[in-house]
């Protein structure tokens, strides 16, 4: 199915800075697919993610990772990141993605960023799709990444089969999420059967929602079970990356956090008195300097710092926050 010969030129030149691509896959709906794409990038981006170099004095540096949402008729990681609202921009040079945070350490990209409204529906068939998913590629200005997280929708689709043509030179490999629930497990032995078919490698499963900590009495409650996962994973001989509880904390991050960075924003959070975003000018020289002279720079506004500042502080005080991260390690370990 892969095309066997050479890659598109512009996805090339695009993708020419990116180390690792990781897509994380899922044959049933529901199963909290993007939401693992967002932890994934959250995490790897943060000053407690794996390194993508080692520091000076031996400490571990935060990884440069670009999101990319291709579930097309259904695009919630701008929700997720509290970046719905935030538009592209273009340059001289091609898109440029949207900044979740003043470093620049992630950037996101999806359809979501060029609806009118969050209520508009995306009607599209098939070659539409391959147009829009060879544009997010070929002319997204993605810079220097230690990893691209791709969201993709559930099931085997078009969305898949365009990635695997276009990616099948850059070594992409694939995160599998499923969930307990035997028709979830079952849905994504086909999926795993479509990774074999087009020869995309799999880094290993993970186990979603995997039981409900009360946060009153700390009791687990297995509500679709608990080990299917598992099972599956040890019978197809995949890796086990881990299980991953449900976290109503976390639920808050990714629903109310952009409340929450208006609130701040309204205290004057958002501009000191030289009319500068104090985000902006608590940078260090250099950055600062970049800051300012770069046109990728023009896509982080004072609201999405402020915003991306907010979710990955609350991010980190979540339940999920130190599981997540030890799986975030072992996907680190395994790609590199």
Known sequence: MASAGAPDPKIARRLAGVKNIILVLSGKGGVGKSSVAAQLALS??????????SSSDGGRQAARVGLLDIDLTGPSIPRMLGLDGQSIRQSTDGWVPVYADASQRLAVMSVGFLLRSNNDSVVWRGPKKNAMIKQFLGDVRWGQ??????????GTSDEHISLMEYLHHFAPRAVLVTTPQAISLADNVRTLDFCKK???????????????????CAECTNVWGKGGGEALANREGLEFLGRIPIDPRLVRVLDDAKEVAATQISNGDQKDEDGQSRLTTALPPPEREAHETQETMQSTTPAGTVLSRTILDRYRDSDTFPIFQIITDRIAAIVA
């Open 145 to 154: 990444l230690d990893y691209l997280v791709i969201d993709t929708p559930p």
């Open 44 to 53: 790897l981006s943060s000053n407690s993610g794996p390194a993508s170099s």
């Open 198 to 216: 087009t020869g995309l490698p799999l880094v290993g499963l993970i186990e979603n929602m995997s039981g409900y900590v009360c946060p009153h």
